[in-house]
């Protein structure tokens, strides 16, 4: 039998996640990971509440619960990365990295590499396809997170497993309440791991303060007032400018000069783009076997059909069937076959 490893947050799914493996006549060991900001701060964090409800369910099914304590990975690893890539004027997914460099990488690391298989609450599936490892979608279009997924390496995907990716979220809740587990009735975790209630903008006013400069109408070159640092507003972003004779969505930055544009309508031809290109792919399994693909660029149920161009030096022409909204450098497209199914991986969006 498998030596499985556990990560249990706390949350409804990896406790859900617990009574599958425990249901298999498996019984893992269950770790709770510790991560948290670069500097002992007061933090709005649910922490505290996690570990009780992870020692709690832990405790019903016999299992021992150890602490990792990756707190100074994390801001070593993800939120250095973050800020760089905020301070840059691209948009990060923390989430992406912390899957890569600390769930399935520092833990690993961590527990001396002693175990055949990495256990988490994630709604995914792997399936073993023509004698390969392969990371495909949850049946749950809304909860699916292969997105969140698609940059871990090969070795910490043949590690992976999601003992509750073929379920229904709903399906999830059903079987904590009939368990009488502890988090049955916790609401999902929102934003980065550690955050709790505190906002993203928040988090980056800590490390990054403000910084005025101008927001210009693309479309007449008029200014139209000021923000207090670019790294506060996303390429697509509508709420948050302020404005009157809107509504003005951001649709271009020059971090160089702090400098946001906006185009103002419901729907301006400037917020969407159907040809852009991605950089730096990184296989999960094996390279592109077609190159008619469905992707995705931010975590929505929605998978957006396109052609794949290789233009050479690792960088990749995509051309989407259809208009698409807020395409920002530095977020992560995620590449999947035309069925959505296979995931083949992720790679950056550039210029």
Same mark, same amino acid.
């Not at 999902?188 to 006013?205: A, H, P, T």
């Not at 008029?222 to 948050?240: A, P, V």
């Given at each position: 039998?498998?030596?499985?490893?556990?990560?249990?947050?706390?949350? #409804?799914?990896?406790?859900? +996640?617990? =009574?599958?493996l425990i249901s298999q006549g498996k019984k893992p060991d269950c770790f709770y $990971?510790?991560?948290?900001?670069?500097?002992? /701060?007061e933090w709005d964090c649910t922490s505290e509440e996690d570990l009780?409800? +992870?020692t709690a369910v832990a405790r019903k099914y016999g299992c021992t619960l150890n602490i990792i304590d990756c707190h100074k990975e994390y801001w070593q690893q993800v939120t250095r990365y973050t800020m760089e890539k905020v301070k840059a004027g691209l948009t990060p997914n923390p989430d992406v990295m912390c899957n890569r460099l600390i769930k399935f990488g520092a833990f690993d690391e961590k527990a001396g590499h002693g175990?055949?298989?990495?256990?988490?609450?994630?709604? +995914?599936?792997?399936? $073993?396809?023509?004698?390969q490892?392969?990371?495909?979608?949850?049946?749950?279009?809304?909860?699916?997170?292969?997105d969140f997924l698609a940059q871990i390496y090969d070795w910490q995907l043949r590690k992976a497993l999601f003992p509750i990716g073929h379920y229904m979220k709903e399906e999830v809740r059903a079987i904590a309440d009939r368990e009488h587990l502890a988090p049955a009735h916790r609401r999902d975790s929102q934003g980065i791991c550690f955050l709790g209630k505190i906002s993203y903008n928040e988090y980056i006013r800590r490390y990054l303060g403000e910084q005025t400069g101008d927001v210009i109408d693309i479309d007449t070159g008029r200014r139209l007032g000021q923000h207090r640092g670019h790294w506060f507003h996303t390429i697509g972003q509508r709420h948050g400018l302020g404005f009157g004779g809107g509504p003005w969505f951001v649709v271009k930055k020059d971090p160089a000069t702090n400098t946001i544009y906006a185009s103002r309508g419901y729907q301006p031809e400037a917020a969407y783009q159907t040809d852009f290109r991605m950089r730096d792919f990184h296989f999960l399994t094996a390279p592109f076997d077609t190159m008619q693909v469905s992707f995705k660029i931010r975590h929505t149920p929605d998978f957006h059909n396109a052609t794949l161009?290789?233009?050479?030096?690792?960088?990749? /022409?995509? =051309?989407?069937d259809a208009p698409i =909204?807020? #395409?920002?450098?530095?977020?992560?497209?995620? $590449?999947?076959? +035309?069925?959505? =199914?296979?995931?083949?991986?992720?790679?950056?969006?550039?210029?």
């Amino acid at each position: 039998m498998p030596n499985i490893a556990l990560l249990l947050s706390g949350g #409804v799914d990896s406790s859900v +996640a617990l =009574h599958e493996l425990i249901s298999q006549g498996k019984k893992p060991d269950c770790f709770y $990971i510790k991560i948290g900001p670069e500097e002992d /701060q007061e933090w709005d964090c649910t922490s505290e509440e996690d570990l009780e409800m +992870a020692t709690a369910v832990a405790r019903k099914y016999g299992c021992t619960l150890n602490i990792i304590d990756c707190h100074k990975e994390y801001w070593q690893q993800v939120t250095r990365y973050t800020m760089e890539k905020v301070k840059a004027g691209l948009t990060p997914n923390p989430d992406v990295m912390c899957n890569r460099l600390i769930k399935f990488g520092a833990f690993d690391e961590k527990a001396g590499h002693g175990y055949d298989l990495i256990a988490t609450g994630h709604y +995914a599936q792997t399936e $073993i396809i023509d004698g390969q490892k392969w990371l495909t979608t949850s049946p749950d279009p809304v909860k699916d997170q292969t997105d969140f997924l698609a940059q871990i390496y090969d070795w910490q995907l043949r590690k992976a497993l999601f003992p509750i990716g073929h379920y229904m979220k709903e399906e999830v809740r059903a079987i904590a309440d009939r368990e009488h587990l502890a988090p049955a009735h916790r609401r999902d975790s929102q934003g980065i791991c550690f955050l709790g209630k505190i906002s993203y903008n928040e988090y980056i006013r800590r490390y990054l303060g403000e910084q005025t400069g101008d927001v210009i109408d693309i479309d007449t070159g008029r200014r139209l007032g000021q923000h207090r640092g670019h790294w506060f507003h996303t390429i697509g972003q509508r709420h948050g400018l302020g404005f009157g004779g809107g509504p003005w969505f951001v649709v271009k930055k020059d971090p160089a000069t702090n400098t946001i544009y906006a185009s103002r309508g419901y729907q301006p031809e400037a917020a969407y783009q159907t040809d852009f290109r991605m950089r730096d792919f990184h296989f999960l399994t094996a390279p592109f076997d077609t190159m008619q693909v469905s992707f995705k660029i931010r975590h929505t149920p929605d998978f957006h059909n396109a052609t794949l161009q290789p233009l050479g030096d690792d960088v990749w /022409q995509i =051309h989407s069937d259809a208009p698409i =909204h807020g #395409v920002a450098p530095g977020q992560f497209c995620v $590449i999947y076959d +035309a069925d959505h =199914h296979r995931c083949f991986g992720s790679g950056e969006l550039c210029l």
